[in-house]
T-cell receptor, first 115, second 117 residues
C-alpha cells in the first residue's frame, strides 16, 4: 500500500551542489507533479507531467529540471542548489490531470536544506 | 483569477469542542473541484475530500463534515468533538476544468489547528 514514495526524506546540500529527488507511484497514475512547500506560501507547483513522455513547467520552475523516466517514476533535479531552494518537496500523482476532476495523492515529503 | 483564501491562520480549541475551518475560493470557471487536505506534524499530506462544483450536497464522514455553498463561494470544514489527533495544518484547494489551473491544485495558505486535552 505504498502509494507515492519519494527519496530521500532529508538532505543537506551545500550551495552549488546538485542532487536528484526520486519519486515513484504504484497506483498506475498517468499524471505526476512536484510541489514545494514554504512557510506562509502554501504549496506551489514546480513541474508536472501529464502523461509518460511529457513534462511542463508549473508556477516556480526556475532552478529545477525533471525527468519522467517511465509511467511510475518522476524525478526532480537541482543542478546548482541555492539557499532559496531550501524547502519541503512533495511528489504527487493523479490518474489524469486535475481538470478531469481527479484527486491528487501526495508522497510524504522531502526536507531539503541548502547551506 | 483563481484563488483560495483560508482567513484563519491558527485555531486553538480544547478537546471535544466543535471547530469550523473556513475556505473561500475564487474562480471564473463553471466547473471546478474543491479539496481538503490534512498535514499532521509528521508532514505528509493526507487527502480528506473532493467536491465537484455541480454537487452542492453536504457531506459527513464520521466526525468530519463539509458545507459547500456556491452562493458564497465557500467550502467550510467542521470537526465535531475534536480530538488531539486532529491537530494538524488543514489545506483547502481548488482545481478548474478549464484553463491553466486545471493542471494543478491551487492551495490556500492553510489553517493550523491545535487541539489540547
Amino acid at each position: 500500500n505504498a502509494g507515492v514514495t519519494q527519496t530521500p526524506k532529508f538532505q543537506v546540500l551545500k550551495t552549488g551542489q546538485s542532487m536528484t529527488l526520486q519519486c515513484a507511484q504504484d497506483m498506475n497514475h498517468n499524471s505526476m507533479y512536484w510541489y514545494r512547500q514554504d512557510p506562509g506560501m502554501g504549496l506551489r507547483l514546480i513541474y508536472y507531467s501529464a502523461s509518460e513522455g511529457t513534462t511542463d513547467k508549473g508556477e516556480v520552475p526556475n532552478g529545477y529540471n525533471v525527468s519522467r523516466l517511465n509511467k511510475r517514476e518522476f524525478s526532480l533535479r537541482l543542478e546548482s542548489a541555492a539557499p532559496s531552494q531550501t524547502s519541503v518537496y512533495f511528489c504527487a500523482s493523479s490518474e489524469h490531470l486535475l481538470n478531469s476532476g481527479n484527486t491528487i495523492y501526495f508522497g510524504e515529503g522531502s526536507w531539503l536544506t541548502v547551506v | 483569477a483563481q484563488k483560495v483564501t483560508q482567513a484563519q491562520t491558527e485555531i486553538s480549541v480544547v478537546e471535544k469542542e466543535d471547530v469550523t475551518l473556513d475556505c473561500v475560493y475564487e474562480t471564473r470557471d463553471t466547473t471546478y473541484y474543491l479539496f481538503w487536505y490534512k498535514q499532521p506534524p509528521s508532514g505528509e499530506l493526507v487527502f480528506l475530500i473532493r467536491r465537484n462544483s455541480f454537487d452542492e450536497q453536504n457531506e459527513i464522514s464520521g466526525r468530519y463534515s463539509w458545507n459547500f455553498q456556491k452562493s458564497t463561494s465557500s467550502f467550510n470544514f467542521t470537526i465535531t468533538a475534536s480530538q488531539v489527533v486532529d491537530s494538524a495544518v488543514y489545506f483547502c484547494a481548488l482545481s478548474e476544468a478549464h484553463g491553466q489551473a486545471g493542471t494543478a491544485l491551487i492551495f490556500g495558505k492553510g489553517t493550523t489547528l491545535s487541539v489540547s486535552s
